[in-house]
Protein backbone atom coordinates (compact mmCIF):
# COMPACT_ATOMS: atom_id res chain seq x y z
CA UNK A 1 0.00 0.00 0.00
CA UNK A 2 1.33 3.46 -0.92
CA UNK A 3 1.74 6.16 1.39
CA UNK A 4 1.28 9.31 0.18
CA UNK A 5 -0.79 10.52 2.67
CA UNK A 6 -4.46 11.45 2.41
CA UNK A 7 -4.00 14.83 0.41
CA UNK A 8 -1.95 13.25 -2.19
CA UNK A 9 -3.73 10.17 -2.54
CA UNK A 10 -7.24 12.01 -2.83
CA UNK A 11 -5.82 14.07 -5.16
CA UNK A 12 -5.39 11.10 -7.51
CA UNK A 13 -8.15 9.45 -6.84
CA UNK A 14 -10.51 12.44 -8.02
CA UNK A 15 -8.60 12.36 -11.00
CA UNK A 16 -10.43 9.52 -12.16
CA UNK A 17 -13.93 10.23 -13.59
CA UNK A 18 -14.97 6.61 -13.56
CA UNK A 19 -14.31 5.80 -9.97
CA UNK A 20 -16.37 9.36 -8.65
CA UNK A 21 -19.22 8.11 -10.98
CA UNK A 22 -18.81 4.26 -9.40
CA UNK A 23 -18.52 5.84 -5.63
CA UNK A 24 -21.32 8.29 -6.25
CA UNK A 25 -23.71 5.62 -7.63
CA UNK A 26 -23.14 3.09 -4.89
CA UNK A 27 -23.03 5.96 -1.32
CA UNK A 28 -26.05 7.52 -2.77
CA UNK A 29 -27.95 4.30 -3.30
CA UNK A 30 -26.94 2.44 0.29
CA UNK A 31 -27.41 5.73 1.94
CA UNK A 32 -31.06 6.11 0.50
CA UNK A 33 -31.83 2.39 1.47
CA UNK A 34 -30.69 3.02 4.90
CA UNK A 35 -32.82 6.29 5.65
CA UNK A 36 -35.86 4.52 4.42
CA UNK A 37 -34.91 1.51 6.59
CA UNK A 38 -34.13 3.84 10.03
CA UNK A 39 -37.33 5.58 9.35
CA UNK A 40 -39.20 2.04 10.03
CA UNK A 41 -38.19 1.83 13.70
CA UNK A 42 -39.85 3.90 15.54
CA UNK A 43 -37.22 3.94 18.56
CA UNK A 44 -34.61 4.33 16.67
CA UNK A 45 -32.85 6.89 19.19
CA UNK A 46 -33.49 4.49 21.92
CA UNK A 47 -32.02 1.79 20.10
CA UNK A 48 -28.79 3.77 19.20
CA UNK A 49 -28.66 5.34 23.32
CA UNK A 50 -28.74 1.52 23.97
CA UNK A 51 -26.23 0.18 21.24
CA UNK A 52 -23.85 2.87 22.55
CA UNK A 53 -24.54 2.11 26.18
CA UNK A 54 -23.59 -1.40 25.61
CA UNK A 55 -20.13 -0.84 23.81
CA UNK A 56 -19.36 1.95 26.32
CA UNK A 57 -19.71 -0.90 28.88
CA UNK A 58 -17.52 -3.67 27.29
CA UNK A 59 -14.95 -1.26 26.85
CA UNK A 60 -14.73 0.12 30.40
CA UNK A 61 -14.93 -3.75 31.77
CA UNK A 62 -12.72 -5.26 28.67
CA UNK A 63 -9.98 -6.95 30.84
CA UNK A 64 -12.94 -9.11 32.80
CA UNK A 65 -15.09 -9.36 29.31
CA UNK A 66 -12.53 -10.85 27.52
CA UNK A 67 -11.19 -12.96 30.19
CA UNK A 68 -14.82 -14.10 30.93
CA UNK A 69 -15.20 -14.58 26.74
CA UNK A 70 -11.61 -16.89 27.22
CA UNK A 71 -13.20 -19.01 29.99
CA UNK A 72 -16.68 -19.58 27.93
CA UNK A 73 -14.97 -20.43 25.00
CA UNK A 74 -12.71 -22.67 26.66
CA UNK A 75 -15.46 -24.50 28.59
CA UNK A 76 -17.56 -25.32 25.22
CA UNK A 77 -14.65 -26.86 23.75
CA UNK A 78 -12.95 -23.90 21.85
CA UNK A 79 -9.14 -22.82 22.43
CA UNK A 80 -8.20 -19.23 22.87
CA UNK A 81 -5.17 -17.19 22.12
CA UNK A 82 -4.03 -13.95 22.95
CA UNK A 83 -2.06 -12.23 19.93
CA UNK A 84 -0.17 -8.56 21.00
CA UNK A 85 0.31 -7.71 17.74
CA UNK A 86 0.13 -8.56 13.80
CA UNK A 87 3.08 -10.23 14.13
CA UNK A 88 2.36 -12.90 16.69
CA UNK A 89 -1.16 -13.04 15.05
CA UNK A 90 0.21 -14.27 11.91
CA UNK A 91 1.97 -16.79 13.78
CA UNK A 92 -0.29 -18.23 15.74
CA UNK A 93 -2.58 -18.72 12.80
CA UNK A 94 0.06 -19.67 10.36
CA UNK A 95 1.08 -22.60 13.34
CA UNK A 96 -2.59 -23.47 13.61
CA UNK A 97 -2.98 -24.22 9.95
CA UNK A 98 0.57 -26.11 9.31
CA UNK A 99 -0.27 -27.98 12.21
CA UNK A 100 -3.06 -29.44 9.93
CA UNK A 101 -0.87 -29.72 6.82
CA UNK A 102 -3.40 -27.44 4.77
CA UNK A 103 -1.57 -25.66 1.67
CA UNK A 104 -4.93 -23.56 1.65
CA UNK A 105 -7.17 -21.80 3.49
CA UNK A 106 -10.62 -20.42 2.66
CA UNK A 107 -11.58 -16.55 4.32
CA UNK A 108 -14.72 -15.25 5.26
CA UNK A 109 -13.95 -11.39 5.24
CA UNK A 110 -12.35 -10.23 7.78
CA UNK A 111 -11.20 -6.38 8.43
CA UNK A 112 -9.08 -7.57 11.20
CA UNK A 113 -6.86 -10.55 9.10
CA UNK A 114 -6.52 -6.86 6.51
CA UNK A 115 -5.41 -5.16 8.86
CA UNK A 116 -2.43 -7.50 10.16
CA UNK A 117 -1.84 -8.89 6.42
CA UNK A 118 -2.25 -12.32 7.38
CA UNK A 119 -2.74 -13.50 3.37
CA UNK A 120 0.51 -12.03 2.78
CA UNK A 121 1.94 -13.22 5.92
CA UNK A 122 0.45 -16.84 4.71
CA UNK A 123 1.93 -16.74 1.53
CA UNK A 124 5.30 -16.06 2.48
CA UNK A 125 4.93 -19.77 4.67
CA UNK A 126 3.56 -21.34 1.49
CA UNK A 127 -0.16 -21.32 2.28
CA UNK A 128 -2.79 -19.67 0.13
CA UNK A 129 -5.47 -17.93 1.54
CA UNK A 130 -8.90 -17.68 -0.64
CA UNK A 131 -11.19 -15.24 -0.26
CA UNK A 132 -14.52 -16.32 -0.85
CA UNK A 133 -16.79 -12.98 -0.27
CA UNK A 134 -17.79 -11.98 -3.64
CA UNK A 135 -15.98 -8.21 -3.21
CA UNK A 136 -12.98 -9.49 -1.61
CA UNK A 137 -12.19 -11.91 -4.37
CA UNK A 138 -12.70 -9.27 -6.98
CA UNK A 139 -10.24 -7.71 -5.08
CA UNK A 140 -7.82 -10.68 -5.00
CA UNK A 141 -7.96 -11.50 -8.42
CA UNK A 142 -7.74 -8.04 -9.30
CA UNK A 143 -4.50 -7.61 -7.15
CA UNK A 144 -6.35 -4.60 -5.74
CA UNK A 145 -6.98 -3.32 -2.06
CA UNK A 146 -10.37 -2.87 -0.49
CA UNK A 147 -12.23 0.20 -0.35
CA UNK A 148 -15.07 0.19 2.07
CA UNK A 149 -15.53 -1.93 4.81
CA UNK A 150 -18.48 -3.29 3.47
CA UNK A 151 -18.24 -3.30 0.06
CA UNK A 152 -15.02 -3.55 -0.23
CA UNK A 153 -15.02 -3.50 -4.32
CA UNK A 154 -17.44 -0.39 -4.53
CA UNK A 155 -15.12 1.00 -7.07
CA UNK A 156 -15.68 -1.13 -9.33
CA UNK A 157 -18.21 -1.27 -12.05
CA UNK A 158 -20.17 -4.65 -13.47
CA UNK A 159 -18.28 -4.19 -16.46
CA UNK A 160 -15.07 -3.98 -14.98
CA UNK A 161 -16.26 -6.81 -12.61
CA UNK A 162 -16.94 -8.55 -15.76
CA UNK A 163 -13.35 -8.50 -17.33
CA UNK A 164 -12.05 -9.72 -14.87
CA UNK A 165 -13.68 -12.54 -14.18
CA UNK A 166 -13.13 -13.77 -17.91
CA UNK A 167 -9.64 -12.90 -17.52
CA UNK A 168 -9.11 -15.25 -14.28
CA UNK A 169 -11.40 -17.70 -13.44
CA UNK A 170 -13.80 -18.50 -16.28
CA UNK A 171 -10.23 -19.04 -18.20
CA UNK A 172 -11.46 -16.42 -21.38
CA UNK A 173 -15.28 -17.43 -21.57
CA UNK A 174 -17.60 -14.68 -22.46
CA UNK A 175 -19.66 -14.16 -19.65
CA UNK A 176 -22.38 -11.98 -20.75
CA UNK A 177 -23.70 -8.92 -19.31
CA UNK A 178 -25.93 -10.63 -16.75
CA UNK A 179 -25.06 -10.23 -13.16
CA UNK A 180 -26.28 -13.55 -11.83
CA UNK A 181 -24.11 -14.92 -14.90
CA UNK A 182 -20.82 -12.60 -13.73
CA UNK A 183 -21.48 -13.87 -10.35
CA UNK A 184 -22.55 -17.88 -11.25
CA UNK A 185 -18.47 -18.03 -12.52
CA UNK A 186 -17.36 -17.08 -8.29
CA UNK A 187 -19.77 -19.18 -7.15
CA UNK A 188 -18.81 -21.98 -9.78
CA UNK A 189 -14.85 -21.19 -8.49
CA UNK A 190 -15.60 -20.97 -4.65
CA UNK A 191 -17.76 -24.09 -4.31
CA UNK A 192 -15.19 -26.52 -5.31
CA UNK A 193 -12.96 -24.66 -2.67
CA UNK A 194 -15.56 -24.88 0.28
CA UNK A 195 -16.03 -28.63 -0.47
CA UNK A 196 -12.03 -29.33 0.09
CA UNK A 197 -10.03 -27.15 1.90
CA UNK A 198 -9.97 -27.66 5.65
CA UNK A 199 -9.09 -24.97 7.14
CA UNK A 200 -11.34 -21.54 7.36
CA UNK A 201 -10.70 -18.00 8.82
CA UNK A 202 -12.78 -15.65 10.30
CA UNK A 203 -13.30 -12.29 10.99
CA UNK A 204 -15.79 -11.70 14.42
CA UNK A 205 -18.93 -9.59 14.61
CA UNK A 206 -19.55 -9.96 18.43
CA UNK A 207 -17.93 -12.10 20.69
CA UNK A 208 -20.13 -12.69 23.48
CA UNK A 209 -18.43 -13.05 26.95
CA UNK A 210 -21.32 -14.72 28.81
CA UNK A 211 -21.45 -17.44 26.63
CA UNK A 212 -18.21 -17.63 24.71
CA UNK A 213 -20.44 -17.54 21.22
CA UNK A 214 -19.11 -15.70 18.38
CA UNK A 215 -21.21 -13.73 15.64
CA UNK A 216 -20.72 -12.94 12.15
CA UNK A 217 -22.96 -11.28 9.77
CA UNK A 218 -22.65 -11.38 5.90
CA UNK A 219 -25.00 -11.34 2.83
CA UNK A 220 -23.82 -13.82 0.76
CA UNK A 221 -23.66 -17.18 2.47
CA UNK A 222 -20.09 -18.06 1.85
CA UNK A 223 -19.25 -17.26 5.47
CA UNK A 224 -21.55 -19.83 6.81
CA UNK A 225 -20.04 -22.06 4.26
CA UNK A 226 -16.68 -21.05 5.48
CA UNK A 227 -17.92 -21.59 9.15
CA UNK A 228 -19.58 -25.16 8.89
CA UNK A 229 -17.59 -27.14 6.24
CA UNK A 230 -14.04 -26.99 7.26
CA UNK A 231 -13.02 -29.33 9.93
CA UNK A 232 -10.97 -27.14 11.32
CA UNK A 233 -12.20 -22.92 12.09
CA UNK A 234 -9.92 -20.17 12.99
CA UNK A 235 -11.33 -16.54 14.15
CA UNK A 236 -9.21 -13.69 14.42
CA UNK A 237 -11.17 -11.21 16.53
CA UNK A 238 -10.22 -7.65 17.68
CA UNK A 239 -10.45 -7.37 21.37
CA UNK A 240 -12.72 -4.50 20.93
CA UNK A 241 -15.51 -6.99 19.61
CA UNK A 242 -16.17 -8.13 22.76
CA UNK A 243 -19.76 -7.44 24.36
CA UNK A 244 -21.16 -8.59 28.12
CA UNK A 245 -24.15 -10.38 27.40
CA UNK A 246 -26.17 -12.48 25.14
CA UNK A 247 -29.34 -10.02 25.05
CA UNK A 248 -26.48 -7.11 23.81
CA UNK A 249 -27.03 -8.80 20.51
CA UNK A 250 -30.67 -7.87 20.33
CA UNK A 251 -28.99 -4.39 19.95
CA UNK A 252 -26.41 -5.06 18.27
CA UNK A 253 -27.92 -7.18 15.38
CA UNK A 254 -31.02 -4.53 15.06
CA UNK A 255 -28.34 -1.59 14.34
CA UNK A 256 -26.15 -3.34 11.83
CA UNK A 257 -28.57 -4.17 8.97
CA UNK A 258 -30.46 -1.18 8.98
CA UNK A 259 -27.24 1.27 9.38
CA UNK A 260 -25.12 -1.17 6.90
CA UNK A 261 -26.76 -2.30 3.89
CA UNK A 262 -30.42 -0.98 4.49
CA UNK A 263 -31.92 -4.73 5.42
CA UNK A 264 -33.93 -4.70 8.19
CA UNK A 265 -32.19 -8.21 9.07
CA UNK A 266 -28.98 -9.42 8.14
CA UNK A 267 -29.49 -12.24 5.85
CA UNK A 268 -26.80 -14.42 6.91
CA UNK A 269 -26.31 -14.33 10.66
CA UNK A 270 -24.29 -17.24 11.98
CA UNK A 271 -23.33 -17.69 15.95
CA UNK A 272 -21.35 -20.60 16.89
CA UNK A 273 -20.29 -21.55 20.74
CA UNK A 274 -17.58 -23.75 20.68
CA UNK A 275 -17.59 -27.27 18.70
CA UNK A 276 -20.15 -30.11 19.26
CA UNK A 277 -19.44 -33.44 17.98
CA UNK A 278 -20.92 -34.39 14.28
CA UNK A 279 -21.83 -30.31 13.55
CA UNK A 280 -19.78 -27.98 12.09
CA UNK A 281 -15.91 -27.91 12.65
CA UNK A 282 -14.11 -30.11 14.90
CA UNK A 283 -11.84 -27.74 16.20
CA UNK A 284 -12.12 -24.13 16.87
CA UNK A 285 -9.37 -21.61 17.95
CA UNK A 286 -10.33 -17.92 18.53
CA UNK A 287 -7.14 -15.68 18.38
CA UNK A 288 -7.91 -12.26 20.38
CA UNK A 289 -5.68 -9.67 18.55
CA UNK A 290 -4.63 -5.97 20.70
CA UNK A 291 -2.88 -4.47 17.73
CA UNK A 292 -2.98 -1.22 19.42
CA UNK A 293 -6.25 -1.35 20.64
CA UNK A 294 -5.67 -1.19 24.30
CA UNK A 295 -3.60 1.74 23.84
CA UNK A 296 -6.26 3.69 21.64
CA UNK A 297 -8.39 2.54 25.33
CA UNK A 298 -6.20 4.38 26.99
CA UNK A 299 -7.55 7.52 25.52
CA UNK A 300 -10.32 9.27 27.33
CA UNK A 301 -11.27 11.05 23.58
CA UNK A 302 -9.97 8.79 21.37
CA UNK A 303 -11.19 5.68 22.66
CA UNK A 304 -15.04 6.15 21.28
CA UNK A 305 -13.30 4.67 18.45
CA UNK A 306 -13.54 0.99 19.83
CA UNK A 307 -17.11 1.31 20.19
CA UNK A 308 -17.72 0.81 16.28
CA UNK A 309 -19.36 -2.14 14.57
CA UNK A 310 -18.36 -1.62 11.36
CA UNK A 311 -21.84 -0.31 9.77
CA UNK A 312 -20.45 2.00 7.11
CA UNK A 313 -23.07 4.58 7.21
CA UNK A 314 -20.51 7.01 8.02
CA UNK A 315 -18.76 6.15 5.14
CA UNK A 316 -21.56 6.75 2.81
CA UNK A 317 -22.92 9.65 4.18
CA UNK A 318 -19.28 11.24 4.51
CA UNK A 319 -19.03 14.27 1.48
CA UNK A 320 -15.37 13.73 1.30
CA UNK A 321 -15.43 9.29 1.46
CA UNK A 322 -18.18 9.53 -1.47
CA UNK A 323 -15.70 11.41 -3.80
CA UNK A 324 -12.06 10.06 -2.53
CA UNK A 325 -13.53 6.83 -2.13
CA UNK A 326 -11.73 4.14 0.15
CA UNK A 327 -7.78 4.15 -1.32
CA UNK A 328 -7.29 7.44 -0.38
CA UNK A 329 -7.23 6.61 3.21
CA UNK A 330 -4.34 4.07 3.05
CA UNK A 331 -5.51 1.89 5.17
CA UNK A 332 -8.08 -1.16 5.41
CA UNK A 333 -10.96 1.19 7.67
CA UNK A 334 -11.35 4.23 5.21
CA UNK A 335 -13.70 7.05 5.57
CA UNK A 336 -14.36 8.93 8.83
CA UNK A 337 -14.15 5.73 11.19
CA UNK A 338 -10.61 5.41 9.30
CA UNK A 339 -9.85 8.69 10.18
CA UNK A 340 -10.52 8.41 13.46
CA UNK A 341 -9.06 4.67 14.19
CA UNK A 342 -5.96 4.31 11.71
CA UNK A 343 -4.02 7.37 13.64
CA UNK A 344 -4.77 5.55 16.87
CA UNK A 345 -3.71 2.13 15.92
CA UNK A 346 -1.15 2.79 13.67
CA UNK A 347 0.62 6.02 15.67
CA UNK A 348 0.25 9.44 13.65
CA UNK A 349 3.71 9.48 12.57
CA UNK A 350 2.27 7.97 9.04
CA UNK A 351 -1.02 8.85 9.36
CA UNK A 352 -1.14 12.73 10.35
CA UNK A 353 -3.19 13.79 7.62
CA UNK A 354 -6.01 11.52 8.13
CA UNK A 355 -7.97 13.54 11.25
CA UNK A 356 -8.23 15.90 8.29
CA UNK A 357 -9.62 14.23 5.89
CA UNK A 358 -12.76 15.52 6.76
CA UNK A 359 -15.52 18.92 6.82
CA UNK A 360 -16.27 17.98 10.20
CA UNK A 361 -20.33 18.63 8.87
CA UNK A 362 -21.28 15.86 10.93
CA UNK A 363 -23.15 13.46 8.97
CA UNK A 364 -20.90 10.73 10.66
CA UNK A 365 -22.06 11.78 13.76
CA UNK A 366 -25.80 11.61 12.86
CA UNK A 367 -25.97 8.51 11.12
CA UNK A 368 -23.24 6.35 13.51
CA UNK A 369 -25.71 3.74 15.21
CA UNK A 370 -23.45 4.01 18.57
CA UNK A 371 -23.54 6.98 18.81
CA UNK A 372 -19.59 7.90 17.96
CA UNK A 373 -18.89 11.41 18.32
CA UNK A 374 -16.11 11.58 14.98
CA UNK A 375 -16.00 15.05 14.79
CA UNK A 376 -14.78 15.48 18.43
CA UNK A 377 -12.16 13.04 17.95
CA UNK A 378 -11.27 14.26 14.68
CA UNK A 379 -10.62 17.60 16.35
CA UNK A 380 -9.13 16.03 19.01
CA UNK A 381 -6.85 13.90 17.00
CA UNK A 382 -5.75 17.58 15.04
CA UNK A 383 -4.56 18.90 18.04
CA UNK A 384 -2.51 16.09 18.91
CA UNK A 385 -1.01 15.95 15.14
CA UNK A 386 -0.50 19.79 15.93
CA UNK A 387 1.19 19.53 19.84
CA UNK A 388 3.60 16.33 18.85
CA UNK A 389 4.30 16.90 14.63
CA UNK A 390 3.76 19.52 13.27
CA UNK A 391 5.06 22.39 16.02
CA UNK A 392 8.34 22.59 14.93
CA UNK A 393 7.50 22.62 11.16
CA UNK A 394 4.95 25.32 10.80
CA UNK A 395 6.28 28.95 11.12
CA UNK A 396 2.47 29.91 12.47
CA UNK A 397 2.56 27.55 15.13
CA UNK A 398 6.38 28.63 16.18
CA UNK A 399 4.68 32.08 16.30
CA UNK A 400 1.70 31.63 18.54
CA UNK A 401 4.02 29.40 20.55
CA UNK A 402 6.00 32.79 20.98
CA UNK A 403 3.05 34.84 21.75
CA UNK A 404 1.94 32.07 24.33
CA UNK A 405 4.89 33.15 26.12
CA UNK A 406 4.70 36.53 26.02
CA UNK A 407 0.96 36.45 27.02
CA UNK A 408 1.76 34.31 30.24
CA UNK A 409 4.31 36.82 31.82
CA UNK A 410 3.21 40.67 32.67
CA UNK A 411 6.73 42.17 32.44
CA UNK A 412 7.28 40.38 29.06
CA UNK A 413 3.59 41.16 28.02
CA UNK A 414 4.61 45.27 28.88
CA UNK A 415 8.08 44.96 26.91
CA UNK A 416 5.93 43.82 23.68
CA UNK A 417 3.53 46.26 23.85
CA UNK A 418 6.46 49.18 24.16
CA UNK A 419 7.71 47.36 20.98
CA UNK A 420 4.76 47.34 19.58
CA UNK A 421 4.23 50.71 19.53
CA UNK A 422 8.03 51.25 18.13
CA UNK A 423 7.17 49.13 15.08
CA UNK A 424 4.33 47.28 14.99
CA UNK A 425 3.96 47.05 11.42
CA UNK A 426 7.01 44.86 10.62
CA UNK A 427 7.08 42.71 13.99
CA UNK A 428 3.35 41.76 13.76
CA UNK A 429 3.95 41.18 9.94
CA UNK A 430 7.11 39.04 11.03
CA UNK A 431 5.74 37.01 13.47
CA UNK A 432 2.83 36.33 11.88
CA UNK A 433 2.91 36.27 8.15
CA UNK A 434 -0.49 34.60 7.14
CA UNK A 435 -2.39 36.51 9.69
CA UNK A 436 -1.27 39.46 8.69
CA UNK A 437 -1.73 39.28 4.89
CA UNK A 438 -5.07 38.92 5.27
CA UNK A 439 -6.45 41.44 8.26
CA UNK A 440 -5.58 44.73 8.81
CA UNK A 441 -3.70 46.41 12.10
CA UNK A 442 -5.93 47.98 14.79
CA UNK A 443 -4.19 51.30 15.96
CA UNK A 444 -2.39 50.90 19.25
CA UNK A 445 -2.82 53.71 21.60
CA UNK A 446 0.00 55.84 22.50
CA UNK A 447 -0.78 54.71 25.82
CA UNK A 448 -1.35 51.38 27.32
CA UNK A 449 -4.35 50.83 30.58
CA UNK A 450 -1.48 50.09 32.80
CA UNK A 451 0.61 53.21 32.24
CA UNK A 452 -2.52 55.10 32.14
CA UNK A 453 -3.74 53.72 35.64
CA UNK A 454 -0.41 54.04 37.08
CA UNK A 455 0.36 57.75 36.10
CA UNK A 456 -3.60 58.27 37.24
CA UNK A 457 -2.63 56.76 41.20
CA UNK A 458 0.86 58.74 41.27
CA UNK A 459 -1.57 61.70 40.96
CA UNK A 460 -3.34 63.60 43.64
CA UNK A 461 -6.35 63.11 45.30
CA UNK A 462 -8.69 66.24 44.00
CA UNK A 463 -10.51 68.24 46.58
CA UNK A 464 -13.30 65.50 47.68
CA UNK A 465 -10.86 63.29 48.03
CA UNK A 466 -11.40 61.25 45.08
CA UNK A 467 -8.87 60.09 42.00
CA UNK A 468 -8.71 62.54 39.00
CA UNK A 469 -11.28 62.35 36.65
CA UNK A 470 -10.40 60.61 33.18
CA UNK A 471 -12.78 62.87 31.39
CA UNK A 472 -9.92 64.90 30.04
CA UNK A 473 -9.78 61.93 27.88
CA UNK A 474 -6.55 60.86 28.88
CA UNK A 475 -7.31 57.07 29.48
CA UNK A 476 -6.95 54.69 26.81
S1 LIG B 1 -18.14 4.73 13.24
FE1 LIG B 1 -20.33 4.36 13.52
S2 LIG B 1 -21.19 4.76 11.48
FE2 LIG B 1 -18.99 4.49 11.19
S3 LIG B 1 -18.71 2.33 10.71
FE3 LIG B 1 -18.47 2.54 12.91
S4 LIG B 1 -20.48 2.15 13.80
FE4 LIG B 1 -20.78 2.56 11.61
Given at each position: ??????????????????????????T?T????R??????V????A??????????????????????????VT??????????????C?????G????????????V?????D??????????????????????L??????????????????????EVK??????I???????????A????AR?H???????V??AI????????????????????N???C????K??I??????K??????D??????????????????????????V??????????L??????????????V?R????C?????????C???????G????S?????I??????Q?R?L??????????S?????K??C????????V?????????????????????????????????????Q??????L?R???V???????S??????????Q?F????R??????A??N?N?P?????T??
Amino acid sequence: MSALGFPAAAGLALADSQLRRNMRNATSTITARRAARVAEVPDWEALRDAGAAIKARAMATMPEQLEALEASVTRAGGQVHWARDAGECNEIVGGIVHGHGAREVIKVKSLATDEIGLNDALAAQGVEAIETDLAELINQLGHDTSSHILVPAIHRNRAEVKLLFERTIARGQDLGWDITAIAEAARRHLREKFLSVPVAISGANFGVAETGTICVVESEGNGRMCLTLPKVLITVMGIEKVLAHWRDLEVCLQLLPRSATGERMNPYTSLWTGVRADDGPEEFHLVLLDNGRTAVLSDEVGRQALHCIRCSACLNSCPVYSRTGGHAYESVYPGPIGAILTPQLRGLDNTSTLPFASSLCGACKEVCPVKIDIPSVLLHLRGRVVREHKRRLSPEALAMEAIGRVFASQRRYEQAQKLARLGRGPIVTAALPGWSTMRGLPEIPAQTFRDWWRTRSQQPANRNGNAPSDRNGTAP
